[in-house]
Nanobody
């Protein structure tokens, strides 16, 4: 059974940082592009960032460009999202996604 498991969420103050992880199992991780999405309360799920199977050509939503960095380690079947200079509007449940599969999400709360 394919599993994508996110971790690393939490509560931080504005300007803080968090690093999210997405661990994949039963999945040929190294052959697929991977994505991060997020969903804030009362809003639709939105795209955050994507990375190709090789780790090149990352793509970011305008709202996170310059603050977030997506990366992956194919040897560990894990994708990451380094989030710096967090803002209250980044508060959401963050999901990893690939090949039609979704993780369960991890909550990120940015508040003073």
């Amino acid at each position: 059974e394919v599993q994508l498991v996110e971790s690393g969420g939490g509560s931080v103050q504005p300007g803080g940082s968090l690093r999210l992880s997405c661990a994949a199992s039963a999945f040929t991780f190294s052959t697929y592009a991977m994505n991060w999405f997020r969903q804030a309360p009362g809003k639709e799920r939105e795209f955050v960032a994507a990375i190709s199977w090789s780790g090149g050509t990352p793509v970011y939503a305008e709202s996170v460009k310059g603050r977030f960095t997506i990366s992956r380690d194919n040897a560990k079947n894990t994708m990451y999202l380094q989030m710096n200079n967090l803002k209250p509007e980044d508060t959401a449940v963050y999901y990893c996604n690939s090949a039609g599969y979704w993780g369960q999400g991890t909550q990120v709360t940015v508040s003073s």
